[in-house]
């Protein structure tokens, strides 16, 4: 059974870079056609896709957050992360990490993690 | 980038009754790559149906998906107490970025 879990700090301030990891456990993240995919979610709001890298290490970004975004892999740990940068009150939500095999939906995600933005 | 809007915002239903809920896209989805996920308060959100009409794994066969181009359906024969919960399609299929509808809440009446 594949699970996935976000860690990272629960407040950054405004300006700053947000940073987080996903742990994967039950599968590898350099294994298979997977896609290994960021997404938050604002309080009472819908579902942003932030964006993806590819288990061979190609990454693909959502174009609104693209100039403050950068996904890596560490296939030692297996895990992967998210920074994003210049952060401002609007990128307060809950972060998920999230898992797309193929050309398939997201069929494994994380409990996701709330990224509180403030002074 | 394909917008997908869905409707309504709310549904307001009553346990046994058929839920109906829309999902339009600005634009053809290709293959008809398009996800229902249900999500409850405090948990992820939970794959539903994909490629428009398949279900997942281990979803009941009250949830049934259809549609494709740009309308799409989702279709709760019977509402159980704890399919009360939002409802988010998503597009798979095009370029990125992949995109979310807004979201449809189905409330006990």
């Known amino acids: 059974q594949v699970q996935l879990q976000e860690s990272g700090p629960g407040l950054v301030k405004p300006s700053e870079t947000l940073s987080l990891t996903c742990t994967v456990s039950g599968g590898s993240v350099s294994s298979g056609s997977y896609y290994w995919s960021w997404i938050r979610q604002p309080p009472g709001k819908g579902l942003e896709w932030i964006g993806y890298i590819y288990y061979s290490g190609s990454t693909n970004y959502n174009p609104s957050l693209k100039s403050r975004v950068t996904i890596s892999v560490d296939t030692s740990k297996n895990q992967f992360s998210l920074k994003l940068s210049s952060v401002t009150a609007a990128d307060t939500a809950v972060y998920y990490c999230a898992r797309a095999p193929g050309d398939l939906p997201f069929d494994y995600w994380g409990q996701g993690t709330l990224v509180t933005v403030s002074s | 980038e394909i917008v997908l809007t869905q409707s309504p915002a709310t549904l307001s239903l009553s346990p046994g009754e058929r839920a109906t809920l829309s999902c339009g896209a600005s634009q053809s989805v290709s293959s008809s790559y398009l996800a229902w996920y249900q999500q409850k308060p405090g948990l992820a959100p939970r794959l539903l149906i994909y490629?428009?009409?398949s279900r997942a794994t281990g979803i009941p066969d009250r949830f049934s998906g259809s549609g494709s181009g740009t309308d799409f359906t989702l279709t709760i024969s019977r509402l159980e107490p704890e399919d009360f919960a939002v409802y988010y399609c998503q597009q798979y299929g095009s370029s990125p970025p992949l995109t979310f509808g807004g979201g449809t809440k189905v409330e006990i009446k």
């Open positions: 490629d428009a009409s």
